[in-house]
């Protein structure tokens, strides 16, 4: 049964409990309106708590059903049966009440919770709004300032800040059922309060709309849901409750069969899925609390940095004083413009600091249960490090390269247990990017591996586990991008023009914005060692732009110009002069066939990655282009697309 009924007394307790988020699937909402009716009808009953099996409340809707026509009963109705009942309800919420699970929460006469409960309306984040009257209920509760913040803007109160926002009316330690079973034995008789839908809030001044419109606008990004979860609150405290719902139920129906909700959705999925592969989910994974770090350069501080933030101990190993300076230094200065941004308050970056170890030499490495490599992307170089790492380190501490391109195996010859190394590539910024690609040897131990993704959830990254080839998944078809724009560009297509279809497609930079602030020189360097290898490497426009000294913003100049202190770019007629000689005749192209020509560029090296057996499913490639690329998330990645058009 998803819905178990026992009785108290005079009070019956309804739990919910379908694993493994208590999800209001069809079968839940049957239920809960079939209890609504007989609870109402029998004479012992007095009042009724609901609560959730388990760990949690509920954590929303049944997202499985959002691909299927809606089927009643509508979460809508049961909400409104809940509050309408005879009896009070009483939603009794440990852990999360999420999206219908709040929705569900507010439909009930009174709520009790435990301090660390948590409380959230995320539609948003699946490109819909509430869709069972939490834009208009939960205004009435907590008042529009608070509830634009929730169901807009992601905030997300624990159980403490609800109780002063007045979403809930008592907290209740655990054990939690007990406890609401008296809170219901107290109002039980008492006159009761209108229900959520029933109270009065005032409109607030016209500027707390307008501040909100602009400022959720601009966080939006172009996302179409939280504006339209903002204008559906706003018409129901403007034109009444009725108008409100009427308008929220539309708005999600409508979005819930955009294009852009399902690219969110597929993403949602495969998130889900990418932090516990079917192979490693009864395997544990290793013990990891200190770590150490080869390199304090950008990329070593960053994985430092990310690591601190998930309360591990570090070791930053450099090979002199003033490279310990410098790096110590980056560090302090990520955590000063965190601080500065109210991210992290002093405390926490003191705290931070004392975890933090520096040591010349490898040394300290012996204390690591895992050591990371980020050093030069040179094969001999990483080699050297790992030679010195199989002499200090235990016997069981793991190995892991932060290797861009080159082979892990090449990397791992010839090292002294070969089954605990593995590659762990961060993406730069490492505190920021969230994708992890992970990249085993064929000697790599599962439990290493494990251990891998195990890491990925402690630092908040989204793991994809990613075959050996060169340049791994994203890197590879990050090449055919680009290979592709200079290809459009070399057949007469402007610069600015490919840019800015791109960005209209919902990239933060277009392919030639992002080469100039990444700098040019490194893709023409990995394009030179390839030549120097004997590869056929044709000479491509940036190539000529590198070799004129132009490598990109740092230089001053790339494909754009830039001024002293201005990152915006420039249309450059210099860039044009130099690469003229590998350039056709000027065409005009519409933004969508350029976006089009693109996304088919990248959709296919993705087939031909799925091919090889590099990535294992069409959405690890998604996942890795949109958290380590800036794929934009609302169209959910290439393959996605492609399918989208009928390509997959």
């Not at 979860?229 to 708005?251: D, F, N, P, W, Y």
């Not at 490919?498 to 100039?516: K, L, N, S, T």
């Amino acid at each position: 049964m998803t819905v178990n009924v026992e009785i108290d007394g005079e009070i019956a307790i309804v739990t919910i409990e379908n694993p493994p988020v208590n999800a209001l699937s069809g079968t839940v909402r049957q239920r809960l309106l079939a209890l609504a009716d007989a609870l109402d009808g029998d004479p012992n009953v007095r009042a009724v708590v609901l609560t959730g099996a388990g760990k949690l409340f509920v954590a929303g809707a049944d997202i499985a059903e959002f691909d299927r026509p809606p089927e009643p009963p509508f979460l809508p109705d049961v909400v409104a049966r809940i509050e309408a009942a005879a009896k009070p309800w009483i939603a009794a919420i440990r852990g999360a009440a999420l999206g219908g699970g709040l929705e569900l929460a507010l439909g009930c006469r009174f709520r009790v919770a435990t301090a660390s409960a948590r409380f959230a309306l995320p539609e948003i984040n699946l490109g819909i709004i509430p869709g069972a009257g939490g834009t208009q209920r939960l205004p009435r509760v907590v008042g529009v300032t608070e509830a634009i913040r929730i169901v807009a803007e992601n905030h997300s109160p624990d159980g403490r800040e609800a109780l002063r926002l007045g979403l809930v009316d008592t907290l209740v330690d655990e054990p939690l059922v007990p406890g609401a079973v008296a809170f219901a034995r107290a109002v039980v008789g008492q006159a009761l309060s209108p229900t959520s839908i029933e109270r009065v809030v005032p409109a607030p001044a016209a500027n707390v709309w307008t501040e909100a419109e602009a400022r959720i606008t601009a966080s939006a990004r172009g996302a179409a849901a939280p504006p339209q979860a903002l204008q559906a609150l706003k018409h129901g405290i403007e034109h009444g409750v009725e108008a409100g719902l009427a308008l929220e139920r539309s708005t999600f129906l409508a979005l819930r069969a955009t294009e852009e909700a399902a690219a969110l959705r597929h993403l949602f999925f495969a998130e889900r899925a990418a932090l516990r592969p079917a192979e490693l989910r009864a395997l544990s994974p290793r013990p990891i609390e200190t770590v150490g770090v080869v390199g304090g350069g950008t990329m070593g501080s960053g994985i430092a940095a990310a690591l601190l933030n998930a309360g591990l101990s570090i070791v930053l190993i450099e090979q002199d004083e003033a490279s310990v300076l410098r790096a110590r230094s980056t560090l302090a200065g990520l955590f000063e413009s965190s601080r500065r941004r109210g991210l992290m308050s002093d405390e926490v970056a003191s705290e931070w600091m004392a975890r933090l170890e520096t040591s010349i030499g490898y040394g300290a490495a012996e204390r690591c249960d895992l050591v990371i490599e980020a050093v030069f992307e040179d094969l001999a170089v990483k080699r050297s490090v790992f030679a010195e790492l199989g002499r200090v380190c235990r016997p069981d501490a793991i190995h892991a390269t932060n290797t861009s391109y080159i082979d892990p195996r090449l990397i791992a010859d010839g090292l002294p247990g070969p089954e605990r190394f593995l590659g762990l590539h961060f993406f730069s910024p490492a505190q920021v990017m969230k994708l992890l690609e992970i990249v085993p040897t064929p000697d790599t131990a599962l439990d290493v591996l494990a251990t891998g993704y195990d890491l990925a959830r402690r630092l908040g990254k989204v793991p994809v586990r990613s075959g050996i080839c060169d340049g791994f998944i994203g890197n590879r078809i990050l090449r055919s991008y680009r290979t592709e724009a200079e290809a459009l560009v070399c057949g007469g297509v402007d610069i600015a023009a490919v840019d800015a279809a791109m960005r209209a497609f919902g990239f933060a930079m277009g392919p030639f914005e992002m080469q100039d602030m990444a700098g040019l020189d490194i893709a023409y360097l990995y394009r030179e060692a390839a030549r120097a290898r004997g590869m056929p490497v044709p000479d491509m426009p940036g190539d000529l732009l590198v070799r004129a000294g132009r490598k990109g913003q740092k230089t001053g100049g790339g494909w754009y110009d830039y001024a002293a202190d201005d990152r915006r770019p420039k249309t450059s007629m210099d860039a044009q002069r130099i690469i003229a000689p590998l350039v056709g005749a000027k065409k005009e192209m519409a933004g969508e066939a350029i976006v089009s020509r693109l996304m088919a560029t990248m959709a296919e090296e993705g087939h031909a990655i799925l091919a090889e057996g590099i990535a294992l499913g069409a959405a690890d490639i998604d996942l890795v282009e949109v958290h380590g690329y800036g794929f934009p998330r609302k169209r959910g990645g290439p393959m996605f697309q492609a399918g989208r058009l009928g390509k997959t």
